[in-house]
């Protein structure tokens, strides 16, 4: 397993930050792992970002020194999107078979975690999003079907998306987790528009479903002054609570969104219009 750390970023330090800087403290431009899971733990509200491809072996979820832990969920909770082939995490024995997009959350303490694919030419991809946990919350396989629903924007606007909410607190019991998936119709291209911050939890998106001649471009910051980090496919992006976070695509894509924080409402959010952006 390979894990990276990165330091926490102020709203003031990120006003002198050039492409590179940016990319440096926010981008992540390889979240997957083949045959390894790579990991990327972020002092911003303490996320780990990362995730895995088992092509050859069923994978085993390790701990870290950063962890100072025995097992990786001694003191965490996980959810894991899958965006690839069939597959299947085991965990503490119970085997959980992933379809495309199907999530399952796993709470505090559990200790024994495994990744494989059904096809290795038709590889899993487990995308993997975990927070710090004060008590321990049932194991929930949630498959795509079974997802909160949420149906929004317009053709007219240009971000007519569906947004699967996997671990809400409708659905699935969390210490701090939340979790979804979010796709975009054919010739709608802006997602979280008109965009928000909330000031109560970060964020975390990973882009894909974006073909290799189109990007994404990810808008942050504060509102008065944004800045654009370039996504491409299958890269992912932290989001700092003070940042808005709201990206456009020169095509339509699928992002999945992660959130950590004090409070799991989905509509806690501080609206910004469109108007008052620089």
Wanted: charged share 25%.
């Amino acid at each position: 397993m390979e894990l990276t750390v990165r330091d926490y970023s102020s709203e003031e330090d990120y006003k002198h930050y050039d492409t590179d800087r940016l990319r440096k403290e926010y981008f992540i431009a390889q979240p997957f792992g083949i045959d390894e899971i790579k990991l990327v733990y972020s002092m911003i509200d303490r996320i780990i970002v990362g995730g895995v491809i088992p092509v050859h072996k069923e994978v085993v979820l390790g701990s870290a020194p950063e962890l100072r832990a025995e097992n990786f969920l001694d003191r965490r909770e996980m959810g894991i999107i899958n965006i690839g082939g069939a597959g299947v995490v085991t965990a503490d024995g119970e085997k959980y078979a992933f379809n495309h997009f199907d999530c399952l959350y796993l709470g505090r303490e559990t200790k024994k975690i495994t990744f494989a694919s059904i096809d290795p030419n038709k590889p899993a991809k487990f995308y993997i999003n975990s927070t710090p946990a004060h008590k321990k919350y049932p194991n929930v396989f949630m498959p795509l079907e079974k997802a909160n629903h949420r149906h929004c924007g317009s053709k007219e606007t240009a971000n007519e998306r569906t947004i699967n909410r996997f671990i809400i607190p409708e659905k699935v019991q969390s210490c701090q987790l939340s979790m979804g998936l979010t796709h975009l119709e054919p010739g709608s291209v802006w997602n979280t528009m008109p965009c928000h911050t909330h000031a109560r939890r970060m964020e975390v998106y990973l882009y894909f479903d974006i073909d290799a001649d189109e990007a994404v471009f990810h808008f942050m910051g504060p509102a008065n002054e944004t800045r654009h980090i370039v996504m491409h496919n299958e890269t992912a992006v932290i989001s700092p609570s003070w940042s808005i976070h709201s990206g456009c695509g020169t095509k339509n894509y699928t992002f999945i969104w992660g959130m950590a924080g004090e409070n799991q409402d989905f509509d806690d959010m501080d609206n910004i219009e469109t108007k008052d952006l620089r």
